[in-house]
């Protein structure tokens, strides 16, 4: 009897630093470069359109060491110009959007999983010669998205990559959009 208490005793204290390096903060704060493709309406038609320039910040509060709420905001934006006749165009996109997102956490290596709900607000300004076309919507967005981040310290971890499909309602049609994006993610808080 006494065996087996010492080896109950013993497997019970053996998994106090394990839990212990299982804690999470409170939350994190993420700054990232985005990256974004989306359908454009355009003067003829509809077309996929790349959008190189953004950023976006995410910000979420830890449930569970599992489970977060996440506040993700991204702005991309284009603009060019066609030196053979054809229109010029400029497009701006700002994205909100809100939900849980699920983790598998590592000592070094952070898996993530997504489903967000918000708004993308787009203005595609189409010009040529004395002619220009502006076209501003706000329309209902849904987020699925995946992503890792590389842990660096307790407090800091690199997002490898964050990879999202970003329908939006449209006009009574869905469009397909795009997003990647990777930058720094911040930790802060304790559980106690």
Known sequence: MKRLLLIATFLTL??????????????EFSW????????????????????????GVSISGNITRAIAIVGDVSYNWDRS???????????HSFIFLTGPRFYIRGDKITFFGQFMLGLANT???FSQRLMMMMIKDTNFALDIGSGMDVNLSDRISLRLFQFDYIPTHRSGDWQDNFRIKTGIVFRFGHYR
């Open 81 to 91: 110009s066609n030196f053979l006749g054809g229109p010029d165009f400029k497009s």
């Open 123 to 125: 203005r595609d300004e």
């Open 32 to 55: 990232q470069y985005s990256y974004l493709r989306r359908d454009v309406s355009s003067l003829g038609g509809s077309s996929q359109k790349k959008m190189p320039a953004g950023f």
């Open 14 to 27: 053996s998994f106090i630093p394990a839990y212990a390096q299982q804690e999470v903060g409170r939350g």
